[in-house]
Nanobody, 125 residues
Framework: QVQLVESGGGSVQAGGSLRLSCAAS????????MAWFRQAPGKEREAVAR????????YYADSVKGRFTISQDNAKNTLYLQMNSLKPEDTAMYYC??????????????????WGQGTQVIVSS
C-alpha cells in the first residue's frame, strides 16, 4: 500500500510560482504512473499532469501546458509539480495519485488507487 503525502501549497498572487511535492511511503517502481489532479469547489476532479516513471513520458492538461512541469526524483521517492505563471483559475485542492501497471491513454481519477490528502493552492488576482 503506497501512502502519499503532499506539501508545498499556499497562497500566491497571479503570475507567481509554487512547487508541490508528493512523498511516497515506499519505492514506486518504474512501472508506476504518477499524476497530479486538482479539484476546485463545485467542480469535478481533473487531471493536471502525469508521468510514467519507466520512460519519463509526460502528459499535461491543455490549461497548464507551458506553465507546469511534473517530475520525479527517484532517489527521494518524491513527485513534484512546478507551477509557474499561476492564474486565479488554478485555485484548487491539488492531489497526487499513483497506480501500478503503467499509464493508460487517459488520465482518470478512477484508475488511480493511491491518493494523497491534498494540498490547497490559492491564486489571487
Amino acid at each position: 500500500q503506497v501512502q502519499l503525502v503532499e506539501s508545498g501549497g499556499g497562497s500566491v498572487q497571479a503570475g507567481g510560482s509554487l512547487r508541490l511535492s508528493c512523498a511516497a511511503s515506499e519505492y514506486t517502481s518504474r512501472y508506476y504512473c504518477m499524476a497530479w489532479f486538482r479539484q476546485a469547489p463545485g467542480k469535478e476532479r481533473e487531471a493536471v499532469a502525469r508521468i510514467y516513471l519507466g520512460s519519463g513520458s509526460t502528459y499535461y492538461a491543455d490549461s497548464v501546458k507551458g506553465r507546469f512541469t511534473i517530475s520525479q526524483d527517484n532517489a527521494k521517492n518524491t513527485l513534484y509539480l512546478q507551477m509557474n505563471s499561476l492564474k486565479p483559475e488554478d485555485t484548487a485542492m491539488y492531489y497526487c495519485a499513483a497506480k501500478g501497471g503503467g499509464c493508460g491513454l487517459f488520465v482518470r481519477p478512477l484508475d488511480f488507487p493511491y491518493w494523497g490528502q491534498g494540498t490547497q493552492v490559492i491564486v489571487s488576482s
